[in-house]
């Protein structure tokens, strides 16, 4: 059965009506590893639970980069694992830190729920260290899917030429500065370690869908960032 679904903008967005489903566990084919998830949904005008979509405002950022394996030093496009674009809006972060707080006391202090946005990292005498100074930036994940039997990597997210309106292969979008205006799903708290960090639950979101207007060839250079 397909559930209804509601796209909003930021400025549409009532926390007092986020739905935070109750746990549920289950097993990848293939593994033994066992994932517990929550959905997150909304309530419509008819008080039905939706899947919740967010429409954000255009900004200026780099195209899709890519994600490689973990602790991976070979930055190889047979390493690469999914893609992502960075994405900085003070609309889109107090929703999102909204969504949060919903999260957290739905969760309770069992576990530490890791924001969506976050301060970047910069180097210092070698060290990192937060960069305060600079707005907060949330790293939105493409859908896609790596079969490591072929290592072919399958990505499902549509991104549209904001002119033209036509369908382009995200592929060619990599890494190039443009405009870009993304809409999102809300999907799930995941419950589960997130590397060497304190936090052991987040919010995953989905990129859907995108419009996108190159501005650059440019290669971004985030070696202060890694």
Do not use: W
């Amino acid at each position: 059965m397909t559930r209804p679904t509601i796209c909003i903008k930021p400025q549409e967005f009532n926390e007092k009506l986020i739905v935070i489903k109750e746990p549920k566990v289950y097993k990848p084919k293939d593994t033994n590893l066992t994932i517990e998830t929550s959905d997150i949904m909304y309530l419509n005008d008819k008080s039905e639970l939706c899947d919740l979509y967010l429409i954000l405002p255009q900004i200026e950022t780099y195209g899709p980069s890519p994600i490689y394996k973990f602790n991976s030093t070979n930055k190889s496009p047979e390493n690469v694992e999914c893609y992502s674009i960075s994405y900085s809006h003070p609309d889109a972060e107090k929703v999102f830190d909204l969504i949060t707080d919903v999260c957290q006391n739905k969760i309770g202090n069992k576990h530490t729920l890791k924001p969506t946005f976050n301060y970047k990292n910069k180097l210092e005498n070698g060290t990192k260290t937060r960069d305060e100074l600079k707005p907060k930036v949330a790293y939105f994940k493409l859908m896609a899917f790596k079969d490591h039997k072929t290592n072919k990597l399958t990505i499902s997210t549509k991104i549209y030429d904001q002119k033209s309106k036509q369908l382009i292969d995200p592929i060619d979008a990599v890494s190039k500065l443009g405009l870009i205006r993304p809409m999102v799903h809300i999907h799930k708290i995941y419950f589960g370690s997130h590397g060497n960090s304190e936090y052991n639950a987040s919010v995953q979101v989905k990129l859907v869908k995108a419009y996108f207007e190159e501005k650059s060839h440019e290669l971004p250079d985030f070696r202060d960032e890694e």
